[in-house]
């Protein structure tokens, strides 16, 4: 009987230690999600970011969707990124986020191939460099 009870309470003494959770991190403090590079906005990735004149500032929606989409994709946020300062995170229609500078949904262009490019600047007459 006083086996049983001293392996008893070894094991509840055991339980208890392996169960006691490690002490929390506080949350890492959030990265902006672009930088400034020769004066323009960057993802990343150091890719020229990009705004559409046809987005209106602090809609919280973005109006390149589809195949708008597949040309100029957005700089897509995880989905529990948080407002930082300027930048802010808009919900897209297929429910994914996106990050917005100054209420603007930012875009990258497919048709740059290298950082520093900015080919997008002026397409269409509605695509601008996005700018800090």
């Known amino acids: 009987m ?15 230690a392996c169960s006691t959770a490690p002490a929390s991190k ?10 400034v590079m020769n004066g323009k906005l960057v ?13 209106t500032a602090g809609s919280g929606k973005s109006v390149c969707n589809g195949g708008c989409a597949t040309n100029w994709p957005p700089l ?7 407002p930082i300062g300027n930048w802010s995170v808009i919900t897209r229609d297929d429910g994914n986020k996106q990050w917005a500078y100054q209420g603007k949904p930012l875009y990258y262009w497919v048709k740059d191939s290298k950082p ?3 080919t997008g600047d ?3 007459n509605v695509w601008r460099v996005a700018k800090p």
């Open 76 to 82: 897509m946020a995880p989905a529990g990124a948080a």
């Open 43 to 55: 993802g990343p990735n150091q890719m020229t970011l990009y705004v559409f004149d046809r987005d």
């Open 26 to 35: 506080p949350p890492m403090a959030q990265a902006s999600p672009a930088t």
């Open 122 to 124: 002026g397409v269409g």
């Open 116 to 118: 520093g490019d900015i």
């Open 2 to 16: 006083r086996l049983l009870a001293s392996i008893t309470l070894v094991a509840a003494i055991g339980l208890t």
